[in-house]
């Protein structure tokens, strides 16, 4: 949800939640025997019984966030914003996931917009996580692995 405060500055407010429950799932085989023909050649394997997989959570599901977004634009080409978001940790976790633990995230950005001939451009500068805060992607297959702390981005774009 945004709010335009003035012609040049609006706040936002931002929030997410997802929640996935896995039901019914298919029965798993535990344990297996060999199958031989008359020869002793082992031509296959069967399952030697089945057992009911429990109701349980989705995995890689990614944890509630809220956050605020201001957004300043001026008439000279710059532009500022401000980002501040919490991710909650998540303790909702399938079989085999452990949980992450929540973080707290700031982002500033600055640009500005120009012509050169016809064509346009626009230079940036972004730190992002500026509290260099130990950040662990739920969602990630390597969710032990740590995120990049603070970083600093710095680029052109060009359109021709």
């Known amino acids: ?3 335009q405060i003035s012609s040049t500055h609006s706040v936002s407010i931002f929030g997410d939640y ?6 019914d799932l298919p029965s798993l085989p535990i344990g297996y025997k060999y199958i031989y023909n008359e ?4 031509v296959g394997v069967q ?13 890689r599901m ?7 977004k201001w957004n300043a634009y001026f008439d000279n080409g710059i532009s500022f914003n401000t980002q501040l978001y919490r991710v909650f940790a998540q303790n909702k976790v399938a079989r085999l996931e ?4 929540g973080h707290t995230m700031l ?3 600055m640009s500005y917009d120009g012509k050169m001939g016809n064509n346009e451009y ?10 260099n805060s130990r950040v662990y992607n739920h969602t990630s297959f390597l969710s032990y692995i740590p995120q990049s702390g603070l970083g600093l981005n710095v680029g052109m774009n060009f359109k021709f």
Not at 18 to 23: A, Q
Not at 47 to 59: F, R, S, Y
Not at 122 to 131: D, E, G, P, R, S
Request: glycine letters at 10%.
């Open 62 to 68: 990614s944890p509630m966030r809220l956050g605020i």
């Open 107 to 109: 982002n500033l950005g």
């Open 39 to 42: 020869n002793y050649d082992m």
């Open 47 to 59: 399952p030697t019984g089945w057992e009911k997989q429990p109701d349980g959570n989705a995995p």
């Open 1 to 3: 949800m945004s709010y």
């Open 122 to 131: 626009t230079l940036f500068a972004n730190v992002n996580n500026v509290l």
């Open 18 to 23: 997802v929640r996935g429950k896995l039901k």
């Open 98 to 101: 452990t949980p992450t633990k």
